[in-house]
Protein backbone atom coordinates (compact mmCIF):
# COMPACT_ATOMS: atom_id res chain seq x y z
CA UNK A 1 0.00 0.00 0.00
CA UNK A 2 1.45 3.75 -0.61
CA UNK A 3 1.50 6.19 1.98
CA UNK A 4 -0.84 8.06 0.69
CA UNK A 5 -3.34 5.19 0.46
CA UNK A 6 -2.05 4.28 4.07
CA UNK A 7 -2.87 7.73 5.14
CA UNK A 8 -6.10 8.06 3.57
CA UNK A 9 -6.91 4.78 5.27
CA UNK A 10 -6.05 6.17 8.65
CA UNK A 11 -8.02 9.71 8.08
CA UNK A 12 -11.16 7.12 6.60
CA UNK A 13 -11.45 5.47 9.71
CA UNK A 14 -11.45 7.90 11.92
CA UNK A 15 -13.41 10.27 10.52
CA UNK A 16 -15.94 8.64 8.37
CA UNK A 17 -18.01 7.03 11.60
CA UNK A 18 -18.46 10.84 12.73
CA UNK A 19 -19.27 12.31 9.23
CA UNK A 20 -22.36 9.64 9.68
CA UNK A 21 -22.88 10.69 13.06
CA UNK A 22 -23.28 14.63 11.69
CA UNK A 23 -25.55 12.88 8.52
CA UNK A 24 -27.77 11.02 11.41
CA UNK A 25 -29.69 14.14 12.76
CA UNK A 26 -29.83 15.41 9.09
CA UNK A 27 -31.55 12.74 7.26
CA UNK A 28 -34.12 9.85 8.75
CA UNK A 29 -32.91 7.57 5.12
CA UNK A 30 -29.99 5.38 5.76
CA UNK A 31 -29.73 4.93 2.15
CA UNK A 32 -29.29 8.81 1.87
CA UNK A 33 -26.83 8.68 4.53
CA UNK A 34 -24.66 6.41 3.07
CA UNK A 35 -24.55 7.95 -0.24
CA UNK A 36 -23.87 11.07 1.48
CA UNK A 37 -21.20 10.04 3.77
CA UNK A 38 -19.41 7.87 1.14
CA UNK A 39 -19.75 11.14 -1.61
CA UNK A 40 -18.12 12.80 0.99
CA UNK A 41 -15.48 10.59 1.30
CA UNK A 42 -14.68 10.52 -2.38
CA UNK A 43 -14.50 14.32 -2.35
CA UNK A 44 -11.94 13.75 0.46
CA UNK A 45 -9.67 11.70 -1.32
CA UNK A 46 -10.37 13.76 -4.78
CA UNK A 47 -8.81 16.68 -2.81
CA UNK A 48 -6.40 15.08 -0.27
CA UNK A 49 -3.46 16.54 -1.22
CA UNK A 50 -5.65 20.17 0.47
CA UNK A 51 -7.25 17.88 2.96
CA UNK A 52 -4.24 16.03 4.19
CA UNK A 53 -2.68 19.53 5.09
CA UNK A 54 -5.47 20.54 7.39
CA UNK A 55 -4.90 20.39 10.94
CA UNK A 56 -8.51 20.13 11.99
CA UNK A 57 -10.07 18.28 8.59
CA UNK A 58 -13.54 18.23 10.51
CA UNK A 59 -15.30 21.59 8.93
CA UNK A 60 -14.14 20.52 5.76
CA UNK A 61 -15.92 17.46 5.77
CA UNK A 62 -19.25 18.81 7.32
CA UNK A 63 -19.30 21.51 5.23
CA UNK A 64 -18.83 18.75 2.23
CA UNK A 65 -21.03 16.71 3.92
CA UNK A 66 -24.13 18.92 3.98
CA UNK A 67 -23.69 19.47 0.52
CA UNK A 68 -23.46 15.96 -0.62
CA UNK A 69 -26.59 15.22 1.62
CA UNK A 70 -28.19 18.47 -0.17
CA UNK A 71 -27.13 16.84 -3.93
CA UNK A 72 -28.38 12.61 -2.40
CA UNK A 73 -31.93 14.71 -1.15
CA UNK A 74 -32.15 16.58 -4.42
CA UNK A 75 -31.44 13.37 -6.65
CA UNK A 76 -34.43 11.49 -4.24
CA UNK A 77 -36.79 14.18 -5.45
CA UNK A 78 -36.03 13.72 -8.91
CA UNK A 79 -37.01 10.12 -8.43
CA UNK A 80 -40.23 10.83 -6.83
CA UNK A 81 -39.32 9.47 -3.98
CA UNK A 82 -40.40 11.15 -0.60
CA UNK A 83 -37.43 12.84 1.17
CA UNK A 84 -39.63 13.94 4.07
CA UNK A 85 -37.42 12.94 7.48
CA UNK A 86 -40.36 12.49 9.22
CA UNK A 87 -42.05 10.34 7.37
CA UNK A 88 -39.93 7.48 7.70
CA UNK A 89 -40.32 7.36 11.67
CA UNK A 90 -42.55 8.13 14.60
CA UNK A 91 -41.96 9.46 17.60
CA UNK A 92 -42.05 7.32 20.14
CA UNK A 93 -43.73 8.03 23.83
CA UNK A 94 -41.58 7.92 26.79
CA UNK A 95 -42.04 5.01 28.65
CA UNK A 96 -40.06 5.09 32.02
CA UNK A 97 -36.37 5.00 32.37
CA UNK A 98 -35.28 1.96 31.03
CA UNK A 99 -32.69 1.34 27.98
CA UNK A 100 -35.58 1.18 25.71
CA UNK A 101 -37.32 4.48 26.63
CA UNK A 102 -33.92 6.39 26.96
CA UNK A 103 -33.36 4.90 23.12
CA UNK A 104 -37.03 6.00 22.28
CA UNK A 105 -36.61 9.03 23.56
CA UNK A 106 -33.50 9.69 21.89
CA UNK A 107 -35.10 8.49 18.17
CA UNK A 108 -37.62 11.49 19.19
CA UNK A 109 -35.21 13.78 19.56
CA UNK A 110 -33.63 13.13 16.36
CA UNK A 111 -37.22 13.00 14.49
CA UNK A 112 -37.53 16.58 16.23
CA UNK A 113 -34.59 18.12 14.40
CA UNK A 114 -35.05 16.57 11.07
CA UNK A 115 -38.32 18.74 11.14
CA UNK A 116 -37.12 21.93 11.45
CA UNK A 117 -35.74 23.98 8.40
CA UNK A 118 -32.00 22.76 7.63
CA UNK A 119 -29.71 25.58 8.84
CA UNK A 120 -31.50 25.17 12.37
CA UNK A 121 -30.79 21.83 11.98
CA UNK A 122 -27.56 22.04 11.05
CA UNK A 123 -26.52 24.08 13.82
CA UNK A 124 -28.34 22.04 16.39
CA UNK A 125 -26.88 18.78 14.77
CA UNK A 126 -22.85 20.59 15.38
CA UNK A 127 -23.77 21.91 18.83
CA UNK A 128 -25.19 19.08 20.27
CA UNK A 129 -23.21 16.12 18.50
CA UNK A 130 -19.92 17.50 18.53
CA UNK A 131 -19.77 20.99 21.06
CA UNK A 132 -18.47 23.04 18.08
CA UNK A 133 -17.63 26.73 19.26
CA UNK A 134 -20.35 29.05 17.30
CA UNK A 135 -17.10 30.70 15.20
CA UNK A 136 -16.75 26.57 14.04
CA UNK A 137 -20.30 25.85 13.24
CA UNK A 138 -20.43 29.33 11.44
CA UNK A 139 -17.50 28.72 9.20
CA UNK A 140 -19.38 25.18 8.29
CA UNK A 141 -22.69 26.62 7.99
CA UNK A 142 -20.76 29.65 5.59
CA UNK A 143 -22.76 31.80 8.13
CA UNK A 144 -22.41 34.70 10.96
CA UNK A 145 -21.96 33.70 14.44
CA UNK A 146 -24.77 35.96 14.76
CA UNK A 147 -26.44 33.97 12.44
CA UNK A 148 -25.75 31.07 14.40
CA UNK A 149 -27.02 32.54 17.45
CA UNK A 150 -30.23 32.85 16.21
CA UNK A 151 -30.66 29.23 14.45
CA UNK A 152 -29.85 28.02 17.28
CA UNK A 153 -32.19 29.73 19.28
CA UNK A 154 -35.15 29.29 16.78
CA UNK A 155 -34.10 25.56 16.73
CA UNK A 156 -34.45 24.86 20.24
CA UNK A 157 -37.66 26.85 21.05
CA UNK A 158 -38.90 24.97 18.27
CA UNK A 159 -37.67 21.47 19.78
CA UNK A 160 -39.33 22.27 22.76
CA UNK A 161 -42.98 22.65 20.90
CA UNK A 162 -42.63 19.57 18.67
CA UNK A 163 -41.24 17.54 21.42
CA UNK A 164 -44.02 19.16 23.53
CA UNK A 165 -46.48 17.98 21.19
CA UNK A 166 -45.64 14.85 20.95
CA UNK A 167 -43.57 15.59 17.23
CA UNK A 168 -46.39 17.75 15.87
CA UNK A 169 -46.60 20.72 15.18
Known amino acids: MTPVAEDFTRFFVCWEPQVRRYLIWLEGDSSVIDDAAQETMVSAYRY ?9 PRGWLFKVAGQRLADAQQARE ?13 SA ?3 GNDEFSVRDDRLAILDAVRKLPSQQATAIALQCQYDLPLNEIAD ?6 GSVKT ?19
Open 78 to 90: KLGVSTDPSALSG
Open 48 to 56: WKKVSELEQ
Open 140 to 145: IMGIST
Open 93 to 95: EPR
Open 151 to 169: HLHHARKSLQLLLDAGGDL
